[in-house]
């Protein structure tokens, strides 16, 4: 079985920014480990932190999907998220989904660390200084919709069902359609709202067609 590989260390050059060395693969098996020491540096209020993924080999959805389900809460106490070292085989497939739009990514570690700028260690005495901004305050929750509208998790799954050979960027495009309610999803809540379905691979949206094709077969004829 291929495995994973997960320490975390202080980078030398800046003690504020925590890495992840990550090796091996990271699928549906091993990411929970890399899931874990990752939320164990939220917990310490550690909110800058560089993945490095020069040794890994593969993602699978569910390592990207750590990544982006992570992001939001990160960013929104001042922090972020930066990606290092891929290979160019998950390079590939880190560009095929877009997510250079939301998440900055950097030939090696050092690179990333750098980027951040001077960081105090969140454990550094009260009264120091630091270069980086306040934590962002959260961002107040959006009003409720009507129950008359179907929610985005309805529409998301409506078009799975309809469409389950489509991939992230043709299922964000499907729901911007009038029809659909307009719904303009970025990348990041399209992905997580897939992951919570179960359906962020397209063999899931394959099965959940299926099962809804079969359910109309086995319905009663009204005779």
Known sequence: MKGID??????AQNRGVSVLRV???VDTTTSPDLERRLQALLREKRYHVVVDLSKVEYISSAGWGIFISEIREIREQGGDLKLSGMIPDVREV???LEFENILQSYPDAELAVASFGPIVPANAPAGSSSGSSAPARPTPAAPQR???????EDLVREV???????GLMRIQKELRRAENGGRDLNPVQLYV????LELDTRERRVALAKRATGS???APTGR
């Open 6 to 11: 997960v320490y975390v260390e202080e980078a």
């Open 23 to 25: 090796s091996g693969y």
């Open 94 to 96: 880190f560009d095929l």
């Open 146 to 152: 009507s129950e008359t509208v179907l929610t985005d």
């Open 160 to 166: 799975a069902r309809k469409h389950p050979e489509y």
């Open 193 to 196: 709202l897939l992951r919570k």
């Open 216 to 218: 109309d077969q086995g």
